[in-house]
């Protein structure tokens, strides 16, 4: 997983109906040598624009949204503590 | 997900039979660290050159076409909304 | 497999149902071009801060797990032995 | 998947049986910020050194070898028309 | 796939029981821009420090196994010819 940062939400009206319903937010890697990459993830626990959260890539995401059939390939796991200082 | 802006259509007459009447595009990854790799990816929902568009990777570009045969690891899932400036 | 370091530990205490109780950690790659990429990493081998470990990735990471349901991407699968000191 | 151009055939005697009778090749990535990584692919359509083609990674490239048991993660899946300038 | 030496083995008393018995080593990325880039992969078919090897990433990796439940991500899969003088 990887530590990112929530930057804003993103909208995209026309879209595959199997993202219909789901929150999409870019989100920006921080820390490390992979710093300020970015990625589009969903997000189905409730993070907000500002929140350093955990993010899962590749199938595993899938697994977070319970199902095999969306196609995505990043999600949020976590919301990291704020008492966290170190991610 | 990634964020990429569509460049171009890719012919390739000599290929898969998997892929005959697939729309096959590059597109240029836009923002963050990455900024400038680019991909193929397939697209099936209309998106059109210089559309701004998030692509999927890895197995789940399979998802977005619904079959788990086709060999392509890169899909466009959603058409970025114009007024949607911070993507 | 990576080389990586864990650094810390992680909180989050707003996460997936299906990670209470595993352990993640952060870890920061070493040795090589990719010295200094950080990831999150699940741990259930008691692997604790400093040491070196091997990294798993992707699919393979729920193998360690053996639980093919929970959404983590890369696992510690061994600790590396002090006296092994090309790693 | 990325655009990569053919350069050489690559031997290996001592090798997994299942990779028996496959074609490996040296690709490199061209363009985009990727321009000049290598990978080994294997051709299972009669593409030769010097074309530029179309390659896909990771689980897709056994889609197209049509055997989920063969150990490969990058396959050629399509030839790039030579009038196909953008590419 | 990528081309690597292998450049020393890697030792891990502790560790998933399910890498008892493999042999683990240390590989580094020759040529291209990834060139340098170290990976820790699994062998099954006798290489030997110093050889330049064919590894396959990700799901494949358990293919070369032949057991899909080993939480490996890399393994060798062919052992370069010396007179192959591309690679």
Same mark, same amino acid.
């Given at each position: 997983?990887? &530590?990112?940062?929530?930057?804003?939400?993103?909208?995209?009206?026309?879209?595959?109906?199997?993202?219909?319903?789901?929150?999409?937010? &870019?989100?920006? &890697?921080?820390?490390?040598?992979?710093? +300020?990459?970015?990625?589009?993830? %969903?997000?189905?626990?409730?993070? +907000?624009?500002?929140?350093?959260?955990?993010?899962?890539?590749?199938?595993?995401?899938?697994?977070?949204?319970?199902?095999?059939?969306?196609?995505?390939?990043?999600?949020?796991?976590?919301? &990291?503590?704020?008492? %966290?200082?170190?991610?």
């Amino acid at each position: 997983m990887v &530590i990112a940062k929530l930057m804003d939400t993103i909208w995209a009206t026309r879209k595959s109906e199997k993202l219909n319903g789901l929150k999409l937010m &870019i989100a920006e &890697i921080s820390g490390g040598s992979r710093d +300020g990459e970015r990625l589009i993830v %969903c997000d189905v626990i409730g993070a +907000g624009i500002g929140d350093r959260v955990i993010v899962t890539t590749g199938s595993a995401a899938r697994r977070m949204l319970e199902d095999d059939l969306i196609p995505v390939d990043a999600a949020v796991v976590g919301i &990291i503590d704020e008492s %966290c200082e170190s991610a």
